[in-house]
């Protein structure tokens, strides 16, 4: 805890940005000036005067209902200009794409659960890696979003946006779904809600999904997942108690090369785009966590305290070159990680008035502690056969922040805070002590928005700050390579920074003057100070330099009738290296546009066109992805008048045009057995092709 008062000091020393000066000249009874809103009902929460950037937003569970997620990580893709795919078996972690970002698993966008983070630092896969597919969306009763680092409230792997996901605490009525797919899809949960006779109410989730997939090799996912949840008090005073189970392990097809597709044969067998190369790729994962979350609310003034414990694992086996390295026993590799999670989040705020301006105040206090075992082994046919590194790493994340909210004049209003991050790592390398050590750093983070109106049912935004993201605590004590055969002094590698920080800054404006629409026009830029990052595939830091992103967003919510909801999100991003160069994998467009009827007497129904366009392969853009459009539909009917009140019948087709599209490509160099040389090639991991299931859900209690 030294690092407090050196947090303290920078927070202090930054008093220009005041909500401290503020508060300390005196708080009245005045409450915070609220603008009037209007809605878009049951879907979003996206109105004028309900936000503080046009990049900002809430998305309600209405919306979740509305439309097909063939996983549970794809409920992100409700963000809008946000793409959500996978390059590995269902059990591994999300790719995720947003402003220019293929953000890998994770890295720049963070991601929370009912106030616990998703994202994992030093993770044996993928720094900040994000897995969700413990998630369940029928449970899901909120999901906030905001993009760009601008908000004092999120810290790390927040600099191109972050979501915040809220489970509900109670349902209607208790109810069963099954649904039963092609390709050995099945899927069963049971869940409900009670309120006994002492005022807590118990929430409970039961979910199993199995699944095998296109693919050649069956991907024989089994999954169980299982939530409790006790909750209590009222709006003003409340508090939640949560206990959450998951566990999952698959057989993964990994991404193959482009030229066996093409050759359509392999060793003189067809291969087509859902075979494998190594049928022993998969793993398996767990997360078993308790968190608890405390309220209370009155005219002046708002604290809110939770904390959390985890208990992760992940042991992942993976093969993207083949037998370029080791062609005797192949490139197979396995990423094991294991690590417990401590974190404590404290938020105060406060009504008060500043030279007689309305004035919203917030402090926070967030801290966590990850003690973690991760190990990279070679392998084979999960077998390992060496060790290229196990580690015993301990990092303590320390976070304060403060901002405020003032009320200039009843159509202009500011938000300006800072916010302070210091990261700890302990590292201790059991297999290169050269490799051991500790890092430290401290980064200091101011914000400014500034927020016009309304005027006419519109709003202009101009929003600024700096962010951050932490790099893998290997990569920051690391002296020598640990695949070094020889005098170590021959294999030396550079320490990577413990924070990289980043610039952002926004220009938007929000609009309602067209009755039944709602339209926001974001035009965004981010500087990162470098690109650089651990690669946990292969143990070492990979170079890279300083970049810049800058993009258009354009987002609509049209509903002309009651019954009618059109969606339209489109978004351009220019992203380049300080030299000019094309970064890797930076998607340059991508969109969506649904249509959503509902209630038509029992029947709703939404398609959605699906847009992740081209992106350079390699920096000098010579080689280029493929973009790719697909099609989902769903259509339900409630069936009150078969199972009774609140039972449903749900039709989802994925790909509905059956389309040979890739959900990841990748530009790099592999090498097949009877191959001689290492061949630079496209890799691609495919979309599934056109998928159909059903659900049915029914009450269990009476109707």
Not at 31 to 49: K, M, P, T, W
Not at 142 to 168: H, L
Not at 266 to 294: A, I, V
Request: net charge neutral; glycine share 10%; with cysteine.
């Amino acid at each position: 805890m030294r690092a407090v008062p050196a947090i303290a000091g920078s927070v202090l020393s930054s008093c220009g940005l005041a909500f401290v000066a503020l508060v300390a000249l005196g708080m009245s009874g005045s409450s915070f000036a609220q603008l009037d809103s209007v809605e878009i009902r049951g879907h979003y929460d996206n109105a004028v005067g309900t936000s503080d950037a046009a990049s900002q937003g809430t998305i309600r569970a209405e919306l979740l209902k509305s439309r097909p997620a063939q996983r549970p990580g794809e409920v992100l893709e409700f963000i809008p200009g946000m793409i959500v795919t996978q390059h590995s078996g269902d059990g591994k972690a999300n790719q995720y794409f947003l402003r220019g970002f293929n953000l890998d698993h994770g890295t720049d966008f963070a991601t929370f659960l009912n106030g616990m983070p998703v994202n994992m630092p030093t993770h044996a896969h993928g720094q900040g890696y994000s897995d969700l597919n413990f998630l369940i969306p029928e449970l899901v009763e909120r999901i906030g979003y905001r993009k760009g680092p601008y908000f004092a409230n999120i810290g790390d792997f927040g600099s191109a946006g972050a979501a915040e996901i809220q489970y509900r605490s109670s349902l209607d009525a208790p109810f069963a779904q099954v649904t039963l797919g092609e390709r050995g899809y099945r899927r069963g949960l049971l869940a409900g809600s009670h309120e006994t006779s002492g005022g807590v109410t118990w929430l409970g989730a039961l979910e199993w999904m199995g699944n095998d997939g296109p693919w050649t090799v069956p991907e024989n996912l089994k999954r169980l997942n299982a939530v409790l949840t006790a909750s209590g008090g009222t709006r003003a005073e409340g508090w939640q108690a949560s206990a959450m189970a998951y566990d999952a392990k698959w057989t993964a097809t990994d991404q193959i090369p482009q030229r066996l597709i093409d050759a359509g044969r392999y060793l003189g067998k067809p291969f087509g785009r859902y075979d494998s190369l190594d049928p022993t790729d998969g793993g398996g994962t767990s997360r078993y966590s308790l968190s608890g979350q405390w309220h209370k609310v009155d005219d002046l003034s708002a604290i809110r305290v939770s904390a959390y414990a985890m208990r992760y694992a992940l042991g992942l086996n993976s093969n993207f070159t083949f037998a370029m390295d080791r062609p005797e026993t192949g490139d197979q590799f396995a990423q094991r990680d294991r690590r417990t999670v401590l974190g404590l989040n404290a938020v105060q705020s406060v009504n008060h008035q500043w030279l007689g301006r309305s004035v919203r105040s917030e402090m926070g206090l967030q801290i966590r502690r990850d003690g973690i075992s991760v190990g990279l082994f070679d392998t084979a046919q999960r077998r390992v056969t060496s060790v290229t590194r196990d580690d015993a790493v301990t990092q303590t994340l320390l976070g304060l922040y403060g901002q405020s909210t003032v009320e200039l004049t009843p159509w202009l209003r500011t938000l300006v805070g800072v916010r302070a991050d210091r990261m700890d790592m302990q590292v201790t390398s059991k297999t290169l002590s050269a490799n051991s050590g500790t890092s430290g750093d401290l980064q200091v983070s101011p914000k400014f928005s500034l927020i016009a109106g309304p005027f006419s049912k519109t709003e202009l935004f101009l929003n600024a700050g700096r962010g951050l993201h932490s790099n893998d605590a290997r990569g920051t004590t690391a002296t020598v390579d640990p695949r070094c055969a020889g005098d170590l002094s021959s294999c030396p590698v550079n320490k990577v920074p413990v924070l990289v920080g980043s610039r952002g800054a926004e220009l938007g404006v929000r609009t309602e003057v067209v009755p039944g629409l709602q339209s926001s026009l974001a035009l965004w830029r981010l500087h990162l100070d470098s690109e650089l990052l651990y690669v946990g595939d292969a143990g070492v830091t990979e170079p890279s330099l300083a970049s810049i992103r800058r993009g258009i967003e354009f987002n609509n919510r049209w509903q002309p009738r009651q019954w009618l909801l059109f969606d339209a999100d489109l978004a351009w991003t220019h992203a380049r290296f300080d030299n000019g160069d094309r970064i890797p994998n930076a998607v340059d467009r991508v969109g969506s546009v649904a249509a959503t009827l509902r209630d038509l007497g029992p029947w709703s129904t939404s398609l959605q066109f699906r847009y992740l366009g081209s992106g350079a392969l390699i920096e000098d853009n010579s080689v280029r992805s493929n973009s790719s459009v697909t099609t989902n539909w769903r259509l339900s009917r409630r069936t009150n008048e078969w199972f009774g009140r609140g039972s449903e019948i749900t039709l989802d087709v994925f790909n509905v045009g059956n389309r040979k599209v890739n959900d990841i490509q990748y530009f790099y160099e592999s090498r097949l057995p009877g191959e001689t040389a290492a061949v630079a090639d496209r890799h691609v991991h495919p979309a599934e092709p056109r998928t159909v299931r059903l659900t049915l859900r029914i009450p269990l209690s009476p109707s």
